[in-house]
């Protein structure tokens, strides 16, 4: 019951934040508008990759951008005495991280519903309700391991120097990771590096789904990189909020 009321206090604290949500919800439907059209019909570099591809890229940044931006205001919650302020509450230190963690993944569902919007009203994309909820739920159960990246930074880094490290985390594993542009298309040496990042795999489960399916094998070694980054993001997000309860 403490975590469910801390967790709505957590939500409407976000959305009393009109520049985080414009940034995180509104700006990758934007930039995924811009691009589709930029690509379309007759335009440099149409056709690269099937509509609905894209869109379950711009789907997966979405998400990333709004788990992991969550770090920045837990650096500035840090900055002006809140998380110290919750340790004099009832709630567990467990409770506090998980109740910020899942604020931002909750938060990602308007992000992801925005890109959805576009793709289906913009672009004409026809896929079945039982596919708008797979890929959906792809996206959103899979952005786990960057919600727990997200926690961590905000617990490592200053208020100063959070947006910089968390746009340079969201910017990088996007490009790098395929979710702009199919990884498929890159070079083969940054290919390498893109099979290394979290955000190839997560992508691809979906983008596997849309293009007619992932071998069994396929599918579990995507799970078994993304649960593999996931452990070791909650390990540092958990050695992060020690380091900062002990100070």
């Given at each position: 019951m403490l975590t469910r009321h801390y967790l709505l206090f957590e939500l409407r604290r976000l959305r009393r934040d009109p520049k985080f949500v414009v940034l995180t919800v509104a700006m990758p439907a934007l930039l995924y508008l811009m691009l589709s059209t930029v690509g379309g019909p007759g335009a440099p570099g149409a056709a690269y990759a099937p509509d609905a591809v894209v869109m379950a890229g711009m789907a997966c940044h979405g998400v990333l951008m709004?788990?992991?931006?969550?770090?920045?205001?837990?650096?500035?919650?840090?900055?002006?005495?809140?998380?110290?302020?919750?340790?004099?509450?009832?709630?567990?230190?467990?409770?506090?991280?998980?109740?910020?963690?899942?604020?931002?993944?909750?938060?990602?569902?308007?992000?992801?519903?925005?890109?959805?919007?576009?793709?289906?009203?913009?672009?004409?994309?026809?896929?079945?309700?039982?596919?708008?909820?797979?890929?959906?739920?792809?996206?959103?159960?899979?952005?786990?391991?960057?919600?727990?990246l997200g926690m961590a930074l905000g617990f490592l880094v200053s208020p100063t120097t959070s947006g910089p490290a968390v746009m340079a985390c969201v910017i990088g594993m996007s490009a790098l990771g395929g979710l702009w542009v199919p990884a498929r298309l890159f070079p083969a040496s940054l290919q390498h590096v893109s099979e290394a990042l979290p955000t190839n795999h997560w992508v691809h489960l979906s983008q596997a789904l849309l293009e007619?399916?992932?071998?069994?094998?396929?599918?579990?070694?995507?799970?078994?990189?993304?649960?593999?980054?996931?452990?070791?993001?909650?390990?540092l997000a958990g050695f992060a909020f020690r380091r900062e309860v002990t100070r």
């Open positions: 709004v788990t992991v931006t969550n770090g920045v205001n837990i650096a500035l919650d840090r900055n002006i005495g809140w998380v110290a302020q919750l340790r004099t509450t009832p709630l567990r230190a467990t409770q506090i991280v998980i109740g910020k963690g899942v604020s931002g993944l909750l938060l990602s569902v308007l992000s992801l519903l925005a890109v959805f919007l576009i793709g289906g009203s913009a672009h004409g994309i026809q896929l079945s309700a039982a596919q708008w909820l797979e890929i959906g739920a792809i996206t959103w159960l899979g952005s786990l391991p960057f919600a727990l007619g399916g992932a071998s069994p094998l396929s599918e579990l070694s995507d799970l078994a990189v993304l649960g593999g980054w996931a452990v070791g993001f909650a390990l």
